[in-house]
């Protein structure tokens, strides 16, 4: 008779520590945020996928949010486990709830397809007010194969 076996370890289970920092919120301070999340997610396969979506939230915190204004300031997070990886930006908030434009693929404009990338690229994502009351936070999870994370090209050490 087969031992019962326990149910499989939660996602919290593999999280690793909680990265945070704070960015200015000036359209120069976006090129930092991508670099701090490349450097946290290093190992992954998701790496490209991760540091593109990072630009497109920090870019929307600093345009359509009060972090764009004199003084603002955005908040980048990141929660990383084996294959799976969560991103915030955390902004002074708006009165426009983020969502996607849904636009043609053929329309040229330059503007208007972030959270457009952010809802085809990412395994989930979301945006909320902050429990603080200080702004929102738009996220964005993605996963990947464990397997796949182990034949990515080690960090230099």
Do not use: C
Request: hydrophobic residues 35%; proline residues 10%; negative net charge.
């Amino acid at each position: 008779m087969e031992e019962p076996q326990p149910p499989p370890p939660s996602r919290s289970e593999f999280r690793g520590p909680l990265a945070r920092r704070r960015f200015p919120g000036l359209a120069s301070q976006i090129h930092h945020a991508r670099r701090f999340v490349e450097r946290m997610l290093a190992p992954s396969p998701q790496l490209t996928t991760a540091t593109l979506l990072t630009s497109e939230l920090a870019t929307n915190a600093i345009t359509h949010s009060a972090s764009g204004m004199p003084g603002g300031k955005f908040e980048v997070t990141v929660d990383l486990g084996r294959g799976w990886a969560r991103v915030e930006v955390r902004d002074l908030g708006s009165p426009e709830r983020p969502q996607p434009q849904h636009r043609d693929p053929y329309d040229v404009s330059e503007h208007g397809r972030g959270l457009d990338l952010v809802d085809a690229l990412a395994s989930t994502w979301g945006a909320e007010s902050r429990p603080d009351g200080l702004g929102r936070r738009v996220w964005f999870e993605l996963m990947w194969d464990e397997e796949a994370e182990g034949a990515a090209p080690a960090a230099a050490e």
